[in-house]
């Protein structure tokens, strides 16, 4: 008797923990989700699309970065501003031009770009045969997202079609319109490269919603970016012609500061809230740390942007602040009362399209339009605004208030390339008198290969067909 | 499979049809060396079953046998014995110095019973590890004690492990190399060995070989080592071992020196007379010699490595009571240790630990057994970080001129409105002091290892196991940004100040495991077969809220704060189902055999590559024993070979081969983060070994030498392939490339001197690595994620460093010189574009040659021990000198002495550049080699002076055994590197430990290594 129970207290035990087991091999994750399952209804659309808008948060691009990204590098690499002996050094070698392939130069905006064209390509070839009838105003977001992220990529790492006769026939940038893991595109051209991002974004401007959710672009947003790839095209009618789909109008002077304070949105086309628990980026920490008095800056200033805002011009308050003796960047310092980075982030504002179509209406001979069209922008300024240039005189008034109303925002960089201009900043040092050390380098030639960054050397360890930019 | 194998064993048993029990009795005795002295962990093992036990700290044991079977006695350094089960109850017995090679080993899953290794296995005792007065980790004790074994500990923080590889570094991703570690059956992961208290360390093996591996499947490539705790002695009164430690704690002396005040003024303002600019508003340029304000600052100036550091404390206390009665044996234990590290204002490391081990037979035919230990380790956590919250770059950052608090003109401390003086900001911006108290940060590991087993034994032949085995961790950190402090300047919420973060997560490792054991022995043939049915089970859940807004920096709960920011779960799950067989025979005491063969299905594979099958097969071959043999000085001549596969899954993330999304927050709702692509084929990586080994004892064995050869090739490896940055993937893991390691270690241990009053013991063990990268996807080179610059290359060296190579200052000019591409010299701005000049030159991150010897005199009772480590072959690329003698380019921050010399004059050499191009050369300078040094040292990790009080003293007491000692650890080292060669992590926050793909490869102010100075007693009655 003892045998038996004893060998069935045996039996039970050994089959018993048998039979737990070789179903237990078939593990699902709990905190991710099947990729073929991720992209079927409408709702998984929405969230996909928004998935796309995400990856605009990285730093290298609108999230604030300490290594280089949309916010800062355009002006660091520019004449916008001087390195602060005050911050921690960073970005220097972009601030004096002394990149080579092994830096790594804006690498961080270079992968996440591509992060968000693969999230852009994964969706658009999965809602092929979605029949949902947020189809096209989704397949528009997508298309905008991905010719905006080639047009990043492009303005840092080759020419701009405008900057030189030779631009475009020289190295673009790779084009990518599929999600393929090993893909190993090679440089397209220059005009090959804008031509794609313009068709792109004319095709995205006739399928998108003329309002979208705040957070997403809309009509407004796709026809002011048509109209910046136009304008950098040297098409300058096409640009005209997006710029004047733009309806939002300009922020009005009285509303400029709140604008960057986060307590209004006037004249916002594109901008991403910045809430504690759904985002909540420090994206100011790009500029500086620390309370004015206490004030930590990586850059401040230039001394001689400083003195260009009149002092009746409302964008001196807006965008720059006294602090710890520096003239300092406002533009991301935060909410009121706030110093720790945390705003919306901005990223197409209308008046680009009265700066856009001033420009274009100039270098169509029409001056008489573009003045108005850049009294557009200096009325919503100043309270007795400069006016009635003409010849050269408006040329350099326009490329002035492009200047001043785009400080620290995306673009001073591209602008003095795509002109064809060079570098030189001002000398001055870091303080807010113009005294203190000045930033090492100071002047980089129109012809220079370094207005074209290199591409890093670890992007071509990974893809052979990738082809230099001269002379690194 | 599953239907297969149920019937194999449901045959298995139809076998066993008759069940019967021999008649049983309890021997108990001591056992004791030739001079006397009790031999405690000493082993006894019934020849021919896996039953055993070991001698406690007095010598004494106590084991279960039969009359007839022969017990076997064995202890590392001494003859093996067997003595019959006779009507005598008490054995007691003297074993002689003798082989090393005759130990019990512990193997996968049972107890070896060939007399005739034929594996590659170390053991180290519980003897000897007390003889190391452990440091808070296990595995850095590992270091220099075994042939194979390459030990880098990742910095000194205390509690904190080590980078251990057996047989080279056998995987390119992180992680992926470490052994297996198991705790009485349970799976620990490395950064976790220091939750277990090293006093309940019955010993420890390294399982190095595949003939032993293999029985760990798809775990077991990169070797295992298999921690046993200890267990008590039956039919003995209980014995209490009391010991005690206390010692001082600090950083080991750097072999560089940092600026004073005034030598870092006098640099700033010739730096400044040359033009370097950046020095122009520091006050060597700003105040003149000899003035009031220069005499200001010189008066209050600060050693800031003396202010941030301190001299810490080392204290160890534990009690231990084992004995059993006639049918069961038990072992107690209570630890506490404490390591509060060197930094000021930090409590460093604390570990509270007790186990309760008992085994009994509850009938003639089962005995059951259960250990439980329960640790729980607290550990400050100060940022590990490459700024200047991490207090050991602060205090080389910070420049001796600068005050800790901000002063008024009569250098009195500025007082704020609560009248605490202000901190000094600093050049640096960030007063690292005042952090250490307003930003605390802490972690506790509650850790609960427990092993439960049930032996049945139908006869003498058949027995069957059924274990239990759990490893529950309970992780806690925290991380507070008190309101008003340090970091709430910088980054705070003005409206809601203060920021904690809380996390916790609990970790189970579940192992279940069935095993059928046949054993037959006679007098020539000695049989054991092996049956394994096992399902492991490991998950993790984990939890994290992040809130703004605390009233005050008292209140260290989130339950006052204002503003939940972030909070999430997480959990996942790997299991593992695994079948082996494994089998070992031997022969006339003279030749073996063992073979092994492990099928194990895995979650993280690919659908149709779950199940990897894995194997071995091993000989060996005693040739001493053979009667033709006839050299009088040869007592062992064991020549043994092995060959087998095992697989490596490590590294491998949960549900790898399956595509997912991930889900983020985004203004609108959800947002889809595609996360990885989808992989069917990943499955386990392979390495085959093959192993040559001989062992050899001579001189009546006061000689012994082990050396083994072993070539192991991994395949499949995992691999984290790098796209195309195009592709916007990043990495996809796949199983691409093989590498190889092949190796010679020799361990040498000899007597020279051996007498009833005096012995002295010499030994030592070296290990020749030689490692290459065979093949990578499409043979293309890559640089490596995680590292610094290491670069694989086929046909080079793994984890080489790829820079361009420094060619030294140019005497006339000062300017530092490159070799380009072509070996031609350059300046850096000469060299030819568009061409790549880094270089492999051979220099790896690993070490090709490793070990360990040491020196023990025992004189009446007085002992002297000391352990040295040693490393050679590797390089180190040192950051830190980068930094510290930067040229110029960091002259914002201190400088080491040496930066100041720098080329001054035409003709000057063996100096570093002139600080007048270090902009200008900055790119190509500091992506050169000027700064990668060899990181050979030998390093004194141990010197004991010891006293054993004699029994003739103790006889009239209640003690019967006393022991004092004098320990120094980390006293003396050897190394011609800049800084401490010791280098592990770079930088915890730069490189986590897990992380980390290339151990030792660049040093960025990682917690330094300390020495220690300690005394110490043991007591036992």
Redesign the interface.
């Known amino acids: 008797m003892k045998?038996i129970i004893?060998?069935i207290t045996?039996?039970t035990?050994?089959?018993g923990?048998?039979t737990?087991?070789?179903s237990?091999?078939?593990?699902?994750?709990?905190?991710?989700?099947?990729?073929?399952n991720?992209?079927v209804t409408a709702q998984?659309f929405?969230?996909?699309i928004?998935?796309v808008?995400?990856t605009l948060?990285a730093g290298p691009l609108y999230g604030g970065s300490d290594s280089g990204g949309m916010y800062d590098a355009p002006d660091i690499l520019a004449d916008n501003v001087t390195s602060s002996?005050?911050?921690?050094?960073t970005r220097r070698?972009l601030h004096?031009w002394?990149?080579?392939p092994?830096?790594d130069p804006m690498?961080g905006l270079?992968?996440a770009a591509?992060?968000?064209?693969?999230?852009s390509?994964?969706l658009l070839s999965n809602i092929e045969d979605f029949r949902g009838e947020s189809k096209d105003n989704i397949v528009g977001e997508a298309k905008a997202l991905r010719a905006m992220a080639h047009l990043h990529v492009a303005t840092f790492f080759a020419k701009i079609p405008t900057q030189s006769s030779d631009a475009n026939g020289s190295l673009g940038i790779?084009i990518?319109t599929e999600?393929?893991?090993?893909?190993?595109?090679s440089r397209a051209t220059v005009g090959e490269t804008y031509q794609f991002i313009a068709s792109e974004l004319a095709e995205a401007a006739n399928l998108i919603n003329e309002t979208n959710?705040?957070?997403?672009l809309n009509k407004d947003g796709v026809n002011l970016l048509l109209s910046r790839v136009y304008l950098y095209m040297g098409e300058w009618q096409k640009a005209i012609d997006a710029a004047n789909l733009v309806t939002k109008p300009v922020a009005p002077r009285s509303s400029v500061v709140g604008v960057w304070e986060d307590t209004n949105q006037d004249g916002l086309l594109f901008y991403?809230?910045n809430?504690?628990?759904?985002?909540?980026i420090?994206v100011g920490?790009t500029w500086s740390?620390?309370?004015p008095n206490?004030l930590?800056p990586e850059y401040v200033v230039s001394y001689e942007l400083y003195n260009l805002f009149d002092d009746d011009d409302i964008r001196k308050e807006a965008y720059t602040f006294q602090g710890n003796g520096y003239n300092a960047i406002k533009k991301l310092f935060g909410r009121p009362?706030?110093?720790?980075?945390?705003v919306d982030l901005k990223i197409l504002r209308a008046a680009e399209a009265h700066l856009n179509k001033a420009e274009a209406l100039y270098n169509l001979g029409r001056e008489a339009d573009a003045l108005a069209a850049l009294d557009v922008v200096r009325t919503n300024r100043y309270t007795t605004p400069p006016s009635g240039e003409t010849g050269t005189a408006l040329r350099d008034a326009i490329r002035l208030e492009r200047r001043l109303e785009f400080a620290f925002e995306s673009q001073r960089f591209f602008d003095l390339k795509r002109w064809g201009l060079g570098i030189s900043r001002d000398g001055m040092g870091d303080n807010s008198d113009g005294s203190?050390?000045?930033s090492?380098s100071q002047n980089l030639s129109s012809s220079s290969h370094r207005l074209q960054l290199p591409i890093?050397?670890?992007?071509r360890?990974?893809?052979?067909n990738?082809e230099?930019n001269p002379?690194? | 499979m599953r239907t297969k194998f149920s019937g194999f064993l449901t045959l298995l048993l139809a076998l066993v049809v008759q069940i019967s029990f021999a008649q049983q009795k309890t021997i108990t005795g001591t056992i004791t060396d030739d001079t006397g002295m009790p031999l405690p962990g000493a082993n006894i093992i019934i020849k021919g079953t896996q039953t055993g036990t070991q001698s406690d700290f007095d010598g004494n044991f106590s084991i279960s046998a039969s009359v007839g079977q022969t017990l076997v006695f064995s202890y590392v350094g001494f003859e093996t014995q067997e003595v019959t089960v006779g009507a005598a109850n008490t054995i007691d017995l003297t074993l002689s110095p003798g082989t090393a090679l005759d130990q019990v080993v512990l193997r996968g899953y049972s107890r070896q019973n060939l007399s005739v290794a034929t594996s590659a296995v170390v053991s180290i005792s519980a003897e000897e590890l007390n003889q190391m007065a452990p440091t808070t980790s296990i595995d850095n004790m590992l270091q220099g004690k075994a042939a194979g074994v390459q030990v880098t500990a990742a910095n000194g923080k205390p509690g904190q492990g080590a980078f251990v590889r057996i047989r080279g570094t056998g995987s390119l991703v992180a992680g992926a190399s470490s052994p297996l570690y198991l705790v009485d059956g349970a799976p620990i992961r490395e950064q976790d060995l220091a939750t277990i208290p090293n006093e309940d360390i019955a010993d420890i093996q390294i399982l190095k070989d595949a003939a032993r591996t293999a029985r760990y499947g798809s775990r077991g490539s990169n070797g295992v080592v298999i921690i046993t705790t200890k267990s008590g002695n039956r039919g003995r009164d209980a014995t209490v071992r009391v010991s005690s430690r206390y010692g001082t704690v600090s950083r080991i002396n750097p072999n560089y020196r940092m600026m004073n005040a005034s030598e870092k003024m006098q640099y700033e303002a010739e730096l400044y007379a040359l033009g370097v600019t950046a020095a122009s508003a520091l006050p060597g340029v700003t105040t003149l010699p000899g003035s009031p304000e220069r005499q200001f600052l010189l008066d209050h100036s600060e050693d800031w490595e003396d202010l941030i550091l301190k001299e810490g404390i080392l204290q160890n206390n534990s009690v231990a009571i084992s004995g059993g009665a006639d049918k069961m044996d038990y072992y107690f234990s209570v630890t506490n240790d404490r390591n509060t590290g060197i930094i000021d204002k930090v409590d460093g490391f604390e570990r509270l630990g007790t186990r309760l081990n008992v085994n009994f037979d509850a009938k003639e035919w089962l005995s059951l057994g259960v250990n439980v230990g329960y640790s729980r380790a607290m550990s400050d956590e100060p940022r590990d970080r490459n700024n200047t919250q991490n207090p050991f770059r602060a205090m080389l950052e910070y420049n001796p001129y600068e005050p800790e608090f901000v002063l008024d003109a009569d250098g009195n401390p500025v007082l704020d409105e609560n009248g605490n003086p202000v901190y000094n900001p600093t050049m640096d911006g960030f007063p690292i002091r005042g952090a250490l108290e307003t930003e605390p940060a802490d972690e506790i590991r509650n850790t609960t290892l427990g092993s439960l087993d049930a032996l049945v034994k139908f006869n003498k032949n058949w027995s069957y196991n059924f274990n239990v085995a759990v490893n529950w961790q309970a992780r806690r950190t925290e991380s507070y940004s008190q309101p008003g402090g340090i970091l709430q300047g910088f980054i705070g919420d003005a409206d809601h100040p203060g920021n904690k973060l809380d996390t916790q997560r609990h970790l189970v490792d579940l192992t279940i495991s069935n095993r059928l054991n046949y054993n037959y022995a006679s007098e020539d043939h000695n049989l054991n077969v092996l049956g394994l049915y096992e399902y492991n089970m490991n998950e993790m859940n984990f939890l994290s809220v992040r809130s703004l807004g605390f009233p005050s920096a008292l209140l260290t709960t989130q339950w006052n704060a204002s503003k939940i920011e972030s909070g999430n779960t997480q959990r996942s799950r790997l299991t593992l189902v695994s079948y082996g067989l494994f089998a070992e025979y031997e022969l006339f005491g003279r030749y073996s055999v063992e073979a092994s063969v492990r099928r194990d299905g895995s979650s993280n594979f690919g659908e149709d590559v779950k199940y990897g099958t894995f194997y071995s097969g091993s000989l060996g071959w005693n040739i001493a024993r053979e009667s033709f043999f006839d050299v009088e000085q040869i007592n062992d001549l064991n020549v043994r070979a092995s060959y087998g596969s095992v697989g490596n899954r490590f590294g491998l993330p949960r549900y790898a081969s399956q595509g997912v999304v991930q889900f983020g927050s985004y203004p609108g709702g959800s947002s889809t983060l595609p996360h990885r692509i989808a992989n069917p084929d990943l499955t386990w990586e392979t390495s085959t070994t093959l192993n040559i080994g001989l062992e050899l004892a001579m001189f009546n064995r006061r000689f012994r030498a082990v050396t083994d050869y072993f070539v192991r090739n991994t395949t499949d490896l995992l691999f984290d392939v790098p796209k195309a940055y195009e592709s916007g993937v990043g990495f996809v893991l796949g199983n691409i490339g093989d590498i190889q390691n092949k190796g010679f270690e020799l361990s040498l241990q000899g007597d020279i001197i051996r007498t009833n009053d005096l012995t002295w013991t010499l030994g030592g063990n070296i290990l020749f690595l030689d490692h290459k990268i065979v093949s990578l996807p499409d043979g293309e080179s890559i640089s490596p994620g995680n590292t610094f610059g290491i670069y694989w290359e086929e046909g080079a060296k793994i984890n080489e460093h790829y820079y361009i190579r420094y060619a030294g200052v140019d005497p006339a000019t000062g300017r530092g010189q490159f070799y380009g591409a072509d070996g031609e010299i350059y300046f850096a701005n000469e060299l030819p574009e568009d061409t790549e000049h880094r270089v492999l030159q051979g220099k790896s991150s690993i070490a090709d040659k490793e070990g360990g010897f040491f020196t023990y005199v025992n004189y009446k009772g007085f002992g002297l021990r000391a352990d040295f480590a040693f490393k050679a072959g590797n390089w180190i690329y040192n950051i830190m000198r980068m930094q510290k003698e930067s040229d110029g380019l960091y002259i914002n921050s201190n400088q080491a002495i040496g930066a100041m010399d720098y080329w001054k004059q035409p003709g000057d050499t063996g100096v570093l550049p002139s600080p007048i191009y270090a902009t200008d050369d900055q790119t190509v300078m500091q992506n050169s080699d000027r700064w990668l040094e060899k990181g050979d040292y030998i390093r004194m990790r141990n010197i004991t002076l010891s006293y054993t009080f004699p029994n003739t003293v103790l006889e009239r007491t209640p003690i019967s055994s006393l022991r004092i000692y004098l320990q120094g650890q980390n006293l003396l080292t050897f190394s011609n590197f800049w800084g401490d060669p010791e280098v592990g992590i770079s930088s915890g926050e730069t490189l986590s430990f897990v992380d980390t793909v290339a151990p030792g490869e660049a040093t960025l102010y990682s917690y330094p290594n300390t020495k220690s100075f300690q005394v110490g007693l043991d007591i036992s009655f």
């Open positions: 045998k004893f060998k045996l039996l035990l050994i089959v923990s048998f737990a087991c070789d237990e091999l078939d593990q699902v994750p709990f905190d991710e989700f099947g990729t073929e991720a992209y998984d929405e969230n996909a928004r998935g808008y995400s948060t002996t005050g911050g921690r050094f070698a004096n002394t990149y080579g092994a830096d690498l270079y992968n591509y992060v968000l064209i693969y999230r390509n994964l790779p990518v999600p393929d893991a090993n893909a190993t595109p959710p705040v957070g997403r991403i809230p809430e504690t628990g759904v985002l909540g420090n920490v740390q620390g309370s206490q930590r009362g706030q110093s720790n980075g945390q203190g050390q000045a090492e890093s050397q670890r992007a360890d990974r893809n052979p990738l230099q002379d690194y």
